[in-house]
Structure formats: C-alpha cells, structure tokens
C-alpha cells in the first residue's frame, strides 16, 4: 500500500501531523484491500462475500476507535462520512419496504396461499412475541433490577395514557400513503404495500406493466442497498472514531 502523494499534501494542508497522515491514510487503506489480500489465503477463500464485508465492518470499528482515541480532532473532520453512511441507509427503507412487499404478494398468484402465509407469519409473530414476554419477566423475577436503588433525587416522569386497540387498528392504515412515505411511518406503509399488491393480483393483466416497473424498481433498491454496505466499513470507522472521542472527553472531564 504505497502513499498517494497528492493525499500527502492534503492531509498536510490541513495541519495535521505526519504520524496523524499516515495512520489515517494506512486505516483506509487496509480496510480496503482488506477483502483482496484475504483472497490470497485459503482458509479465508471459505468465507462468502458476507463474511468478507463483515471483516471489513470490523475492522472499520476497530481502527475508528483507536483514531477517536489518538486524533480527536480527525475524528470530528471525518464525522460527516459517518452522517451520510446513517441518511443513505435511512434513504433505502421507504422504497425497500414498498418494492419488496409488493413484488412478494404479486408473486403469490393463489389467494389461498397467500392467506395460509398470513396466518402462520401472524402465529410465529404471537408466538415470538409471547417467548419474549416470558424471558423478560422470568428475568425481571430472578434478577429484580433497581431493588435497594435510591430513587428519591429522581424525576417523576408522567406516563401518557394508553392507546384503545380500536384506535391502534385505525392508525395501521394510511389516510394519505404518500404523506406515509414522506414521515417514514414504516407501519402504514407495509399496510398499504400489501393491500396494493393484492390488488394488482386481483387486477389480472392489466396490472402486469405496473408490477414488472415495481419489480424494476425493487431490482433496483436491492442493488444500491449493496452499493450502500460496501461503504458500511468507512461510515462505522467515522461514527466509531468520533463516539470514542466524545467517550474520551468525557471521561477526562470525570477524572478532573
């Protein structure tokens, strides 16, 4: 991995230090070629691609905590790759969510099967649900978390009333889907995905040019949703590097 002499004078154009240069450009570097150097290996020839991005991931979070630590002021410089990383992942739920339900109820040409997919995915959600339930109240009856703690300086927070399940029904369904999409209201939208991809079941062939452009679309958001996580190990470097500064600060701040 040889030095880039025009990241060289970057770097050093914006006053950092040649041992802050170097780690910088080296972490990148070999978060990297990472994947490719592993190739040379045998036993890392196993892995699937998966396996190689979480590698990398790894190793992202890794190096970013050790330069929060050491170059405090890079951290914050490269805060903003870690932002982007979090608004693209952001970007992809809405048309993700949209594009894959309504691809997968078309593809379930039978009502029929469709219903018997409904009903055994609401039992397996109950059944979760309820395995859930019992390991956090087996949990909170063994362990009995915040006995003996002194809450007398603690403040008294008022709980909102709890919401009817009449209410909770209607508020599934989107008044304005659109309006749905824009607040990122994820329930609402997986209502109205899986009702429009009944209908255009229910429509025959005239809805087949609207369900091969969302195919199209879906196709689409699976690749970029790929472009997205190729670039998962720079952004956790970023976040990591500047949460490990931040955790530093603070901690200095307790010492003092």
Known sequence: ????????????????????????????????????????????NILEDSMKLWVKILLGLLLGIISGVLF??????????????????????VPLIFSSLVVGVT?????????????????????????AI???????TILKPGVGVDLGSAVIMETKEAVPFSQTLLNIVPKNPVKSMAEGNVLQIIVFAI???I?????GKTAEPVIKVIDGIAEAMYKLTAIV?????????????????KKVKLLCKKIR
């Not at 405090?72 to 739920?93: C, T």
């Not at 039978?110 to 059944?127: C, S, V």
């Not at 019992?134 to 909170?140: A, V």
């Not at 190990?233 to 490990?244: D, R």
């Open 1 to 44: 991995m040889k030095v880039n002499k025009v990241e060289r004078l970057h770097i050093h154009s914006m006053g950092y230090p040649n041992s802050c240069y170097l780690f910088v450009v080296l972490s990148f570097r070999f978060i990297h070629y990472t994947g490719k150097r592993f190739q040379k290996i045998n036993v890392v």
């Open 72 to 93: 405090p002021k890079f951290a914050v410089f490269v805060k903003p790759v870690g932002d982007i990383f979090i608004s693209s992942i952001k970007m992809l739920i």
């Open 195 to 197: 009702l429009f991809g």
């Open 229 to 245: 996580m190729e670039l998962a190990p720079y952004g956790v470097f970023a976040l990591m590097a500047f949460i490990s500064m």
């Open 134 to 140: 019992t390991i956090g109240l087996t949990l909170g």
């Open 107 to 131: 593809g379930l040409k039978d009502p029929k099967k469709m219903g018997r997919i409904g009903i055994k995915t609401m039992a397996l959600y109950l059944l979760t649900t309820a395995v």
């Open 199 to 203: 209908s255009l079941n229910f429509a």
